[in-house]
């Protein structure tokens, strides 16, 4: 399936309560830190550049040119849509479907690879009756869509593994798949662990090992799963009791760090599964990504802030002008971290008229 990209949207920049602003603001950066840190983190300033947007961005990804790439969790005119934004902040929408009846998906989680794909994976409308999908836009536009075997998976994150093999975590499929170059699917169900609890919540976040293996987190189990690269699944609950690991990504140590959303905390897995859990100082860490040097950025989806956890375990949280939940973080080339931020109950006029999905795209400049 092909779809041409000729949506170009130019923003504008204009001031508060326009649908797009942009700020520049310089912010002391707040260092927090819980009983159970190691030590408390110098007071370290972060310029902030703010992008309102009349839509709510979820994922974010850098192609190998630089361009910035995120989700739209909306449908606009019938349309599926990614976005990119340019060094000016002029905002292109893409669409990447054609919605009929209640054959719509909605863009959820992205990547990119290293030919400049982007990768998205697409939940199905509850009503549709459909399979979800895995979306790929190829660098020259090309829109091929992959629909899961399993009814209802609901795909959340994905990774890249090797020979551009797709991984990606089946939340409510309670499954790791895979999608292969060719595009073929196969899927990997986790071992039982007894009755699922009321409102389950299976595999949320994936990442490739340094062996190969592709590693996930399972919140309503609070463990961190290893599927081998000859398929045997294992899980390795958490120290913490009702911790629900959310994000993981493999730390510069060689170990698998994740996200505890329910414990305050962060928590990294080596390949033996043992574990150590450190506190952290955001209300509930979500996405969780490694710089280029070593440190881990935290989302804080519950205090909408973007946290350092440096090597040396010092936590450095830095605060947006708005405090709206932060979804997701990348970092740039140049080191900056962007982020999004998103607010579904935002009031954009006086007369009480709500835009249902309202966000944020920024960035905070590191040097």
Known sequence: MRLREKEAMKSRRLSRPACLTTLAILLGAIALCQP?????????????????????????????DGQLWFTIEDVSGGRVLIGRMSERGDIERVPIAIMRNLDVIFPNYMIADKDGSLWVTAIAFPLALRADEIVRRSPSGSISRFSIPTLRAQPEGLTIGRDRVVWFAENLGDRIGRLSSNGFFHEYA????????????GPYGVYEGPDGSIWFTV?????????STSGKVDLFPTPTRDSKPTGITLGADGRMWFSESGAQKIGAVDARGQMEEYAVPEHEPSYITTARNGDLWIADHGAGRICKFAANRKSTCYQPPNDDPVYTLVEAPNGDIWFTQANISRVHSFWFRFKTHAGVIGHLHLH
């Open 36 to 64: 159970g840190c190691a030590s408390r983190s110098g007071i370290v300033s972060g310029q902030f550049e703010i992008f309102e947007v009349d839509f709510e961005p979820k994922s974010l990804a850098i192609a190998p």
């Open 190 to 201: 986790l071992p039982p662990l007894g009755p699922r609890p009321q409102g389950y919540s």
């Open 219 to 227: 919140q309503s189990r609070s463990c961190v799963g290893r599927l």
